[in-house]
């Protein structure tokens, strides 16, 4: 169920009804049915797996927190970590591991038939896997308590804005707020409710509308070059970036409905200055586990200077990794682990300093590297980097050619210039809303406006969502992953 779906439009306000409508004591069974209802709308049969890793976390964490013995701790938490780990890798790596190798072994003159499985990579499953292994380790560690009632456990696992995209919530946020009574609260309803629209504004006008000129382009890159190439990967890094915070945008709105906070994914990211900034504001849940759960425990910083950037790079190659299971995740991994490690290089004894030129600098780093993530092959990366300025030497040609074809995309996409311009004049809209978010509350700055002023911005960004949304439903791009 898509939550920018006609499904999700009726789904939603009945289950905030239902929950208010109950007891305190019956309300994190309403969120564990609807949450499975929301699952079992994709594919009822991979349920099974959602609950099998449920079940295997549930178990360990408490019997990891009645041993007293530190070497059947351990074994235990191997367990889970080598149960969870298993069906995430058998699912969404053995064809990727299985055409790797055979790959390899032609290369090597070594004839082997390849050995693939048809498999449908359940959705969410990243997600969901990761949210388990920190709550079976945070138990480990005797960070968290094991939860004991299985039903408010398996609803934390399952709490369905987050399930299949994130936030990727920690145990001591999202857990306690399942088991602990709630009262409705107006004002966080209908600051959830801007959020909501705030994150439908980003996928829908935003994201669908020039995923079409960016998939037209990738998907035909033979037939581009030049400054083509350049438009169309600065719009992806929109796409991706509205495409996976709007989602989160939802998703932590919609919990505000329910009276549960979810924590911040994205804050203002293409303003970053750094490489390390940018994923300190990007995919917020997702760097934070890497960082707690592998560089941390791989040693850090707390080692020699080698150690110290191979846990960098090891660090983002697995995040990559993480991403899909293609060479090309793999080295946008790889080509961030290196930029971190040139930046510390460079940046080491100078005073940090925030600057127009760091953000541009950071800004066209991160594009870079994301030709690689939307790129369908290596191969492919590589036709974008070598023909990215083919025609430089002619700088009005090559502009010229660039906006021709950006405006002769309109009909073959169908999209018309119209309905590019109206995407371009939205990403300065969006450019605007990060850069006050920066140092201000924006929702709250609105909030204080004539109201007269207040209603018809509300009513012009409602206005906008519901025309762009007549070019259809488009699933989320992390949904992928």
């Known amino acids: 169920m898509l939550f920018n779906s006609n499904a999700f439009y009726v789904f939603l306000p009945i289950v905030f009804m239902v929950y208010w409508a109950m007891p305190q004591k019956y309300r994190w069974g309403i969120l564990f049915v609807a949450s499975y209802y929301f699952y079992m709308s994709w594919n009822v049969k991979y349920v099974a797996l959602i609950l099998l890793t449920t079940v295997v976390s549930y178990g360990a964490a408490i019997l990891m927190e009645r041993w007293e013995s530190r070497g059947r701790k351990k074994a235990c938490l191997g367990g889970a970590l080598l149960i969870s780990l298993g069906v995430l890798f058998f699912f969404k790596y053995f064809n990727f591991l299985s055409n790797s190798v055979t790959e390899l072994l032609t290369r090597l003159a070594i004839p082997v038939q390849p050995f693939t499985l048809k498999l449908m990579l359940p959705v969410g499953i990243s997600f969901y896997t990761f949210q388990t292994l920190s709550y079976v380790i945070d138990v480990y560690r005797g960070d968290v308590k094991a939860c004991r009632h299985f039903g408010k456990y398996a609803t934390f696992v399952s709490f369905f804005p987050q399930l299949v995209a994130g936030p990727?919530?920690?145990?001591?946020?999202?857990?306690?707020?399942?088991?602990?009574?709630?009262?409705?609260?107006?004002?966080?309803?209908?600051?959830?409710?801007?959020?909501?629209?705030?994150?439908?504004?980003?996928?829908?006008?935003?994201?669908?509308?020039?995923?079409?000129?960016?998939?037209?382009?990738?998907?035909?890159?033979?037939?581009?070059?030049?400054?083509?190439?350049?438009?169309?990967?600065?719009?992806?890094?929109?796409?991706?970036?509205?495409?996976?915070?709007?989602?989160?945008?939802?998703?932590?709105?919609?919990?505000?409905?329910?009276?549960?906070?979810?924590?911040?994914?994205?804050?203002?990211?293409?303003?970053?200055?750094?490489?390390?900034?940018?994923?300190?504001?990007?995919?917020?849940?997702?760097?934070?586990?890497?960082?707690?759960?592998?560089?941390?425990?791989?040693?850090?910083?707390?080692?020699?200077?080698?150690?110290?950037?191979?846990?960098?790079?090891?660090?983002?190659?697995?995040?990559?990794?993480?991403?899909?299971?293609?060479?090309?995740?793999?080295?946008?991994?790889?080509?961030?682990?290196?930029?971190?490690?040139?930046?510390?290089?460079?940046?080491?004894?100078?005073?940090?300093?925030?600057?127009?030129?760091?953000?541009?600098?950071?800004?066209?780093?991160?594009?870079?590297?994301?030709?690689?993530?939307?790129?369908?092959?290596?191969?492919?990366?590589?036709?974008?980097?070598?023909?990215?300025?083919?025609?430089?030497?002619?700088?009005?040609?090559y502009v010229v050619e660039g906006i021709q074809a950006f405006r002769g995309s309109g009909m073959t996409t169908g999209l018309g210039l119209g309905g590019l311009i109206q995407a371009l004049v939205c990403i300065l809209v969006l450019v605007g809303y990060d850069f006050l978010a920066l140092k201000q509350d924006v929702w709250g700055r609105l909030g204080r406006l004539a109201k007269p002023i207040r209603y018809g911005l509300y009513f012009v960004l409602l206005f906008v969502i519901l025309y762009s949304r007549q070019l259809g439903e488009y699933e989320f791009v992390y949904f992928q992953f």
């Open 168 to 397: 990727i919530e920690r145990t001591g946020n999202l857990l306690p707020q399942i088991e602990e009574p709630h009262t409705f609260d107006c004002e966080k309803a209908i600051a959830g409710a801007k959020m909501i629209a705030w994150g439908f504004f980003k996928k829908i006008a935003i994201a669908d509308t020039i995923s079409v000129y960016v998939d037209l382009v990738y998907g035909h890159l033979p037939d581009y070059r030049g400054f083509t190439l350049v438009i169309a990967t600065a719009l992806f890094a929109f796409q991706i970036y509205c495409d996976f915070s709007g989602y989160s945008d939802i998703a932590i709105g919609v919990a505000k409905l329910l009276d549960i906070d979810l924590m911040t994914n994205f804050e203002s990211p293409y303003f970053s200055a750094s490489i390390k900034e940018f994923w300190s504001r990007w995919h917020i849940s997702l760097s934070t586990w890497f960082r707690d759960y592998v560089y941390i425990p791989l040693g850090g910083n707390r080692v020699g200077p080698f150690r110290h950037r191979m846990n960098l790079m090891l660090t983002f190659l697995a995040s990559g990794l993480w991403h899909g299971a293609n060479w090309t995740y793999v080295l946008w991994g790889g080509i961030h682990g290196l930029g971190q490690i040139v930046e510390r290089l460079w940046s080491k004894g100078k005073k940090q300093r925030r600057t127009w030129y760091g953000v541009l600098l950071t800004f066209s780093f991160v594009c870079f590297a994301w030709i690689f993530f939307r790129a369908d092959s290596i191969s492919d990366a590589w036709y974008v980097v070598t023909h990215l300025f083919s025609g430089l030497t002619h700088p009005r040609a």
